[in-house]
């Protein structure tokens, strides 16, 4: 190939690459033109929406203005008419003051009279709301005090009751070592023969149906409310559980000092292998647990 030759080739791959770079520009910005023809287009669209929406919206809060204003020139136009009518009632007032006044005026020695009664009146009225309202204040007072004094009352009757109750407790405390200590000496001190001693004393037979409720429980001690009464004997073994809870069954108790109305009794736990000190609280007897037998014909009839 000669000279001239290959600078035609190299010519005609020029002219060709720049006939393929400008053509892929024009397509290329043709394809520009088109994505930003399409996104100006929508943005019109959405404008359109928005100008639209909003001369509805203009037009719906135009008409809700034009009712309001209608409504308030209505009520304007009834406020009118009433002022109106009050200003002439208003003025029928002023007359009728006028000849008050004047009828006042030319019965003016009665009318003195009247007003110092009435001022009388009114000060007697003011003495006596006066009065009232003292004897009142001294009326709560007094029945503040009542109340004061009947709770005072309640608190020192229990107080009075939770002392008895301590009292038959430590009483039958008391005996219970006194006894303890006869039957010792009687036994001279033989353990033997303390045991058969105890063997040989049985309790009587309780009631069927007997129940009563803890009204004390100290050291081991428990008084409760029911005694000779109810049957109870000096070694009766009664029951001792709790209702509250769903019920739960704490261990028994022997009498040791029985009354008419009222007993002490000692407390064994359910578990004969803990001590009492070793309970829980809520495993003691408390104030208005249940004593009775278990077991018996009665509502007293749970399982332990």
């Known amino acids: 190939m000669t000279w001239l030759g290959k600078i035609l080739s190299v010519f005609v791959l020029i002219l060709g690459l720049a006939a393929m770079w400008f053509i892929t520009t024009v397509f290329v ?8 023809r399409d996104a100006w287009q929508k943005l019109y669209k959405e404008a359109e929406t928005a100008r639209t929406s909003e001369i509805n919206t203009y037009r719906t809060e135009k008409d809700a203005l034009e009712r309001q204003l209608a409504a308030a020139q209505t009520q304007s136009k009834g406020l009118t008419d009433q002022v109106a009518k009050l200003k002439g009632s208003n003025d029928l007032v002023v007359e009728e003051n006028k000849r008050m006044a004047k009828i006042i005026k030319d019965a003016d020695p009665i009318g003195n009279e009247l007003q110092a009664l009435l001022q009388a009146l009114t000060d007697e009225v003011k003495k006596t709301r006066d009065r009232n309202v003292l004897l009142e204040k001294e009326r709560v007072d007094l029945v503040t005090a009542k109340e004061n004094a009947l709770k005072d009352r309640q608190n020192f009757e229990n107080q009075a009751k939770q002392a008895t109750s301590d009292k038959l407790v430590a009483e039958g405390k008391v005996e219970s070592l006194n006894t303890q200590v006869a039957e010792l000496r009687a036994s001279g001190g033989d353990q033997s023969k303390l045991l058969l001693n105890s063997f040989g004393k049985p309790a009587a037979p309780l009631p069927d149906g007997i129940r009563g409720t803890v009204t004390a429980y100290k050291d ?23 209702s509250e809870g769903g019920g739960q069954y704490l261990g028994t108790i022997v009498i040791e000092r029985v009354y008419p109305k009222e007993a002490v009794a000692t407390f064994k736990p359910a578990d004969a292998r803990r001590t009492i000190g070793k309970l829980r609280a809520e495993e003691l007897p ?3 647990d249940t004593v009775g037998k278990v077991g018996i014909s009665g509502p007293l009839s749970i399982k332990k």
Do not use: E, P
């Open 29 to 36: 910005a043709r394809t520009n033109w088109k994505n930003d």
């Open 220 to 242: 081991g001690y428990v008084s409760i409310s029911i005694g000779i009464d109810a049957g109870l004997t000096q070694g009766a073994v009664l029951d001792v559980f709790r």
């Open 286 to 288: 408390k104030v208005g």
